[in-house]
């Protein structure tokens, strides 16, 4: 990856989660896809690396919890836009086999407005060197704002920012399935690197492999694809290094697959940061992926 300034902004929503514990009971916490990417990026990053995270809260206290939360953990809030009449979304998880499931509370989200105010958007990512947004946070914001937000998007990529992606389709987030496949497409158009999953792309788009899936989103200017795809091989292709795969140790104790995704995101962008070749970029991303997924909740301090 090109040099670029160590400064990260990682865009979408966060939630209060509610993880169940092993006497049944549940623990609070604060996650959803990007923020945890955001988590994990500022704990394995360099001192000399910020990460910040650009969403929509409220001013209740649950809002301001979340915050320092935020904050406490290194991750910059500073862009966040605050609404009076707003709150933060809720989702419960329930687990099966170490398999998830989800029930979510977002009616009054204050992130469905993160991309309402360009000017705010355009002063959020003014001079990061990575930016970093998913097909959750598409999905969250009104229809007639993604525009804005893809604008702002591309025209920092022109500026000289990488723009990272990952499609994280969830159906229930969308009117229709082919609303949901045009914009997770519109949205990887303007992007430098796209972060699928198999399993996701293979359904929605009939990819046959691995390898179609890289393809089409290449054929969309994309310049480095990785396709995360469980336990399988990975197969990734950058428009420098060429054709790779990696085959990943397989987990022997997985508890809870939330933040697999998300986590082996952070550990991907975190090693190209600090300018790792693509293959060793991957087996970290793997590594940490697979510690995650052997403990209970998105956010697992002792995997770092």
Not at 170 to 181: D, G, K
Not at 240 to 250: E, I, K, R, S
Request: glycine share 8%; aromatic share 8%.
């Amino acid at each position: 990856m090109k040099k670029l300034p160590p400064k990260i902004m990682c865009i979408g929503e966060c939630m209060v989660e509610m993880a169940p514990r092993e006497d049944g009971a549940y623990r609070r916490g604060f996650a959803g896809d990007t923020f945890n990417s955001a988590w994990y990026l500022s704990k394995l990053l360099p001192k000399d690396f910020s990460v910040d995270y650009f969403t929509g809260a409220g001013t209740d206290a649950i809002s301001g919890a979340m915050i320092s939360f935020m904050e406490d953990a290194g991750v910059g809030t500073s862009s966040i836009r605050r609404f009076d009449d707003r709150t933060v979304g809720l989702y419960m998880i329930a687990l099966k086999n170490g398999e998830r499931s989800f029930s979510y509370w977002r009616d009054m989200s204050a992130a469905k407005l993160l991309a309402e105010d360009r000017s705010a958007l355009e002063k959020a990512v003014e001079g990061k060197g990575l930016i970093l947004f998913s097909g959750i946070t598409m999905a969250v914001i009104y229809p007639e704002h993604r525009d804005i937000l893809l604008s702002v998007l591309a025209e920092a990529r022109k500026a000289g920012a990488v723009v990272a992606f990952d499609p994280n389709m969830r159906e229930r987030l969308w009117p229709s399935r082919e609303v949901m496949a045009e914009a997770i497409t519109r949205a990887a158009a303007v992007s430098d690197i796209v972060l699928p999953s198999f399993d996701e792309d293979g359904t929605i788009f009939g990819d046959e492999n691995p390898q179609a899936t890289i393809a089409r989103y290449r054929s969309k200017g994309v310049k480095t694809v990785i396709v995360k795809n469980g336990p399988n091989t990975i197969f990734a292709e950058d428009a420098d290094a060429g054709p790779v795969t990696f085959d990943p140790t397989p987990s022997e104790n997985v508890v809870d697959t939330t933040a697999a995704g998300d986590s082996f995101n952070a550990g991907l962008i975190s090693a190209l940061m600090a300018g790792a070749p693509l293959v060793e970029a991957l087996e970290k991303a793997s590594a940490l992926s697979a510690r995650v997924i052997g403990a209970r909740g998105a956010l697992v301090p002792e995997a770092i």
